[in-house]
């Protein structure tokens, strides 16, 4: 995958800071990485350039690799995308509920301005989110407390559902039942396909029969 000009002197001028967290560069995957103890976490960089700006959009989130390694066999993603798979990830922008944000860069100043800002929201907000949303505890929470509400750090409300339901079985939460209803219900009123609806079923067939542990 090419990697912009722009990219380049963004990543160089985060570089140190992200080392300095244990995060390391993957300029492919136009990100900065983490490996934790469940899965990773990651913070991932889009670039638009337009004739007089460049936009700049930052999402941040984690991996759980067990909600993961069992969602991606019942979801639609192509296989080689698998490893990759975030099970939450949000805009800095719509962590702070401004849903459509994006940085404006028209010059080296203005570079490192974002970057200044994007190192300020992580280290005052952005990696203890990504800490506190490791467990498998508050996974539960941040995915299933509100059923019937879109989740805000999930942007395909059908993977929600998917991994929801997953990581209410593996704490053996006791609405996991109540849960598995609810989201097939949504999984309908949303317009859910009939192979991701039946996808669904097959997965709940695997958390109800099979061994999780």
């Known amino acids: ?30 990100q900065f990485r983490k490996i ?9 960089f889009t670039v638009s350039t337009y004739e ?17 390694q069992m969602a991606q066999q019942f979801l639609n993603n192509m296989r080689d995308f698998w490893p990759d798979t975030n099970t939450l990830v949000i805009s800095i922008g719509k962590y702070n509920d401004a849903r459509y944000f994006r940085y404006k860069v028209h010059n080296d100043i203005d570079l490192e301005d974002v970057c200044e800002e994007i190192k300020d929201f992580l280290e005052h907000q952005g990696f203890l989110f990504m800490q506190q949303s490791e467990t498998l505890a508050a996974l539960h929470k941040i995915l299933n407390e509100k059923p019937s509400k879109p ?18 079985r593996l704490i053996n939460a ?7 209803d609810s989201y097939r219900f949504f999984l309908t009123k949303i317009g859910a396909t009939a192979e991701e609806q039946h996808a669904y079923e097959r997965l709940l067939s695997y958390l109800l029969y099979h061994s999780i542990n």
């Open 1 to 30: 995958m090419t990697i912009t000009p722009f990219e380049t002197a963004l990543y160089e001028k985060l570089y140190g800071f992200f080392a300095g967290n244990g995060f390391v560069l993957l300029p492919d995957k136009k």
């Open 36 to 44: 934790t103890d469940t899965g990773f976490q990651n913070v991932i």
């Open 52 to 68: 007089e700006e460049i936009w700049l959009e930052v999402n941040f989130g984690i991996r759980h690799e067990q909600i993961e």
């Open 151 to 168: 989740c805000k750090y999930v942007y395909n409300q059908v993977h929600r559902y998917y991994k929801g339901v997953i990581a209410a």
């Open 174 to 180: 006791d609405n996991f039942l109540d849960l598995a």
